[in-house]
């Protein structure tokens, strides 16, 4: 791919002159005139008079003042705003792009351009449209796709191979957003012939055979899934792109621009949106930096940045700008960064050009003896820092790196904000005992909630919940559906595997809470079950597994502390309702979190930070060799470093260890390329 013929400054003046003149744009205070605030490069892509963009921008180039000085230049030529949409990665920035408008025109027309999320996008068409199906969070649709799967009959040569449903689930995803024409079997086995190949494992190269020859069976289960959820009237979010598509293939397509963020984040499912749109009428201005492509794992592909020309109708109708001016970061980090990708293939020639001044410190590696040297020698560092501690950050590339780190910030008084980390209402534990109280107490909201009872009840199985969630539904309560159930059991009418006595004690808790109001109460007869001393064993073994080198004792303590969190919280709540409402939404303070930031790389995909810290730079941690053979290779891992090094704007440190256990670490390749002094 190349660059469009550069276009004169001389011309790029005349043009800025004839669009200034006599169109100034009014705010609330001031009139702005906001093409004087872009540089030569960004105003060359806000005029672009192509029918379809490509704004290739690097990081820290000032991409999002780029895309709102070209809806506001569309705007001007008369363009309405509705027909305009801005697809974004996230739902936040998003709202963050329309605020931006909101500087320069008034509610009434920032109201109608709509800025989100390609599935948010799906999810409006779906409010407005007829079609009467519910959207399902993921743990519900991962419980509803494991009943599926279970129901289907293996050999028991080839059950105790399988792979768990939640692994299949995931492929599904991923099938979905980049599939463009093969069946799902065909496409698996293609995927389980890569896996096979980027392993040397014997075992691990006998089980993908065996999981080969049950692709049949998944696509059954796929057939199933995807019927099933249209019986049931629910979706979930894959089929809100579908749903995008659709609406497109049946509705006229009114929209003029199609304004599309992070391009470089893209899927194939996604692309075949944006064509079809381009195909009836639409014109694309698509922004993004391949340098910048981190989600291969989920189905994204960087070279859809690479084929833009060919996919948007050849190089009359399209034309492709760059932005290489650096805002973010001095001139020092800049030049490491290009250091680093300039070992990726590069789609269209371009690399950081620094513009900000003042005199800041050489980036330093850390050559630290271990993890726990490395952690002492961040809180030195932070210690003597001049930031504020919400302008630092820690970068890691699993979560794991965090879990050494931040007791030891703690432990010297500095503060952490975990990014990413989840609510602590969607940890599988908590997730099973709220929604056994939930059942207890009649506010189950579906057969989701019946669904968990098979990790709670010892030896029920989900087509079992399926049929008490059926009796209920006929006694429209609890206790009726547990009677009926119970006099099958007893009368052998279900041939079941489940634990009387663990039944039995259910049905006695479920009489026992009748009447009683206090939360915290039904949740201490709640864990004296042995229904709830099961889970609780499971729970602390799959904890162990991936716990990496803590005790079985510590684990025990940790989630002790979790479940005696849940209790505090019920006992907070004056009533049933009040506390539901708790676990439905965050339960983060509305006060804005003080303190280090610990996030992984992608956590922190644009954001910024004056002082960071990127760790455990080692070769397996930091390249991780075994998510790359998952993704897109080692050149995203050096993408996914680049993105790590261009968050920092003044300081930054690169850390390494020496020593672990089982095992000699080997520096990560990336310092050295960073070619640092």
């Known amino acids: 791919m190349t660059l469009k013929k550069p276009i004169k400054l001389a011309d790029v003046i005349r043009e800025k002159e004839k669009y200034t003149k006599n169109r100034k744009i009014k705010t609330q205070k001031k009139e702005v005139n906001l093409l004087d605030t872009l540089n030569p490069e960004q105003l060359k892509a806000v005029i672009a008079k192509e029918k379809n963009v490509l704004v290739v921008a690097s ?94 009959k293996f050999t028991d040569e080839l059950s105790a191979e399988r792979y768990a449903p939640s692994t299949i689930l995931e492929y599904v995803g991923l099938y979905e957003n980049t599939n463009v024409g093969e069946s799902f079997k065909q496409w698996l086995t293609n995927k389980f012939e890569e896996k096979k190949e980027n392993t040397s494992d014997k075992k691990a190269k006998e089980k993908i055979d065996k999981n080969i020859e049950m692709t049949n069976v998944y696509q059954d289960i796929y057939d199933e899934f995807c019927s099933s959820k249209k019986a049931n009237k629910i979706c979930d979010f894959n089929d809100l792109l579908k749903m995008v598509l659709y609406h497109f293939s049946v509705n006229e397509n009114t929209l003029k621009t199609i304004i599309v963020d992070e391009y470089q984040d893209t899927n194939n499912f996604q692309n075949k949106i944006l064509k079809q749109l381009e195909g009836s009428g639409s014109s694309i201005f698509a922004v993004g930096d391949y340098d910048q492509s981190i989600y291969a794992f989920n189905g994204s592909n960087v070279y859809l940045i690479k084929d833009f020309v060919k996919n948007y109708g050849g190089s009359e109708n399209v034309g492709i700008y760059s932005l290489c001016r650096n805002y973010r970061s001095s001139k020092q980090i800049c030049t490491i960064a290009n250091n680093c990708i300039i070992n990726n293939e590069r789609i269209v020639p371009k690399e950081l050009v620094p513009m900000k001044e003042g005199n800041f410190s050489v980036p330093m590696v850390l050559k630290n003896k271990n993890k726990e040297e490395q952690a002492e020698k961040i809180v030195d560092i932070i210690k003597e820092s001049q930031y504020n501690l919400n302008d630092i950050a820690v970068l890691f590339r699993t979560n794991n790196s965090a879990n050494l780190i931040e007791p030891i910030l703690i432990q010297n008084n500095i503060p952490t904000i975990r990014a990413k980390s989840g609510s602590f209402f969607d940890g599988e534990d908590i997730t099973i005992l709220i929604a056994v109280f939930r059942i207890l107490v009649g506010k189950e909201k579906s057969i989701m909630e019946f669904l968990m009872l098979s990790k709670f009840i010892i030896g029920m199985s989900k087509d079992e919940c399926k049929l008490l969630f059926e009796m209920k539904s006929a006694h429209e309560n609890i206790h009726g559906a547990l009677r009926e159930f119970s006099d099958k059991l007893q009368s052998n009418t279900i041939i079941s595997e489940i634990n009387l006595p663990s039944w039995h004690k259910f049905c006695e808790l479920a009489e ?166």
């Open 59 to 152: 990081a820290g180039t000032g991409k999002t003042s780029t895309i709102i000085g070209r809806v506001i230049t569309l705007l001007k030529q008369g363009i309405l705003p509705s027909e305009i949409i801005l697809l974004t990665f996230t739902s936040k920035a998003g709202k963050e792009m329309l605020a931006r408008l909101g500087k320069y025109f008034n509610q009434s027309i920032v109201s109608q351009i709509f800025a989100g999320t390609f599935h948010s996008y799906g999810m409006l068409l779906l409010k407005q449209s007829k079609i009467n199906r519910k959207i399902k969070k993921p743990k519900e649709i991962k419980l509803f796709f494991e009943s599926i799967m279970e129901s289907k």
């Open 512 to 677: 026992d809470i009748k009447g009683i109001l206090n939360v915290g109460t039904i949740f201490k007869l709640i864990y004296e079950t042995d229904s709830y001393a099961k889970m609780f064993d499971t729970c602390v073994e799959k904890s162990s597994k991936f716990a990496r080198g803590k005790e079985k004792e510590e684990v025990i303590s940790q989630i002790e502390k979790k479940h005696e969190l849940l209790i505090e919280i019920a006992n907070s709540s004056d009533s049933i309702s009040n506390f539901l409402l708790k676990t439905t939404f965050s339960s983060k303070d509305d006060e804005e979190e003080h303190g280090v930031n610990l996030m992984t790389v992608h956590a922190s995909k644009g954001l910024e930070f004056k002082q960071v810290f990127v760790v455990d730079l080692v070769e397996d941690d930091f390249p991780n060799h075994k998510l790359a053979n998952g993704g897109g290779g080692i050149d995203e891992e050096r993408r996914l470093f680049y993105v790590a090094v261009t968050r920092a704007e003044e300081e930054l440190y690169l850390s390494y260890y020496t020593d672990a256990e089982k095992k000699t670490p080997i520096r990560s390749r990336f310092i050295s390329e960073c070619k640092i002094a």
